[in-house]
């Protein structure tokens, strides 16, 4: 805690200087003060010429944001660039320089000061948990001690490009039917806004009594005029409660992933990706060398579901008492059977790894399918709930007129 409260406090220092070569050279350095990053410097064979804290401007341009996506395209150029022979702080080089995303490009650069001033490439990471999770800096860790970490840099860039693929796909399926409830309710808003105090004029002059159904939609837009500010403020105020109470209540949040794995087609493609989830991480972490009870804490802090990180722990429990995980599995009735048959295969056939990866493999390319047949099934349903509405408020405004057209 203590040693987290110092880096915590460090300050961000530029510097200039003149390498082994003779070349000019700068860059960034995290540090309690000047001497120290001149320290720093001068291990690495740098002969500083210019040190100054970093300026801190409150009106500057903000920051581009790291995106799972950059750590994902970092980690295979790190990947790439070993796999070719460079050597690691060479490699941090290379691909410092062919980043677009100038924050990404600081942080690269940032780590790599970390290790050439003698620190290992894991605990460089662990400087950084915002961008880099406690599995990401296990499996680094364990390439390191092995001396494979080439290899294993290319196994965590497979994962993370897999994972946010995935990620992004179930994102997309969460997406459509949210904008379909936005974009009715944007378009019947401005009809009773704008379009239905126009007929309500119009109808003034008539004298006559109004069919049932127009007099709702009147009072329905009357009711929205006067208080659209108020209905917008609650609908704010509920979306803000409800994602605070999902970070501040995990019995809420664990109600709450209860509930979404039991909606129509969405619940089946949450359900499909937590197990693509589970297969991906721990083939990833068996493969890694790291001990199956272990790797089975970090698949369970990576399920992304309280209903599966739950049934991962009691797997892991299980298993930690000598009971085999396709039997583990099995017993808490949240994986389908052909997940577990796959599994035992694999057990039974000492390549466990490959089997969870092609477990994976399966299920990520069931929420593919899923996902664009919920697209396809959403068109027509966008269109025929748009219909329903702007037709129903069309034929309220209209039923007046056809009723005096009889009358004549």
Known sequence: MAQAQKVAKQANFVWEGIDRKGNKTKGKLSADNIAIV??????????PSKVKKEAVSLTGPRKKKITPFDIA???????????????????FDIVADGLENPTLRELVLDIKNEVASGNSFASALKRHPRHFDTLFCNLIESG??????????????????????????VKKALTYPISV??????????????????FQQLFAGF????????????????????????????????????????HRSPAFADQMDRFSLKIPIIGLILNKSAIARFGRVLSTTFAAGVPLVDALESVAGASGNAVYRNAIMQIRNDVASGTQLQFSM?????????AVQMVSIGEESGALDSML?????????????????????????????????VGGL????????????NVV
Do not use: C, N
């Open 357 to 389: 990866d092609k477990v994976a493999s399966y299920y990520e390319e069931e929420v593919d399918a899923l996902v664009d047949s919920l697209t396809s099934l959403m068109e027509p349903l966008i269109m025929s709930v748009l219909g329903v509405l």
């Open 330 to 338: 099995k017993s808490t009735g949240v994986f389908p059977s052909m």
């Open 144 to 169: 390191e001690t092995s001396g494979a970490l080439e290899t294993m840099l290319e196994r965590v860039a497979s994962y993370l490009e897999k994972s946010e693929t995935l990620k992004k796909k």
């Open 73 to 91: 395209i970092f980690t295979r150029q790190m990947a790439t660039m070993m796999k070719a022979g460079v050597p690691l702080i060479q490699s």
């Open 181 to 198: 409830v936005v974009v009715a309710i944007i378009v019947t808003a401005i009809l009773l806004i704008k379009v239905v105090p126009q």
């Open 394 to 405: 069309i034929i309220a405004m209209y039923l007046p007129i056809f009723q005096l057209g």
């Open 207 to 246: 004298g006559a009594d109004l069919p049932a159904f127009t007099m709702f939609v009147i009072h329905l837009s009357e009711w929205v005029q006067e208080w659209w500010f108020a209905a917008l403020g609650g609908i704010i105020a509920i979306f803000f409660l409800f994602k605070e109470a999902l």
């Open 38 to 47: 001149k320290a720093q410097l001068r291990k690495q064979g740098i002969t």
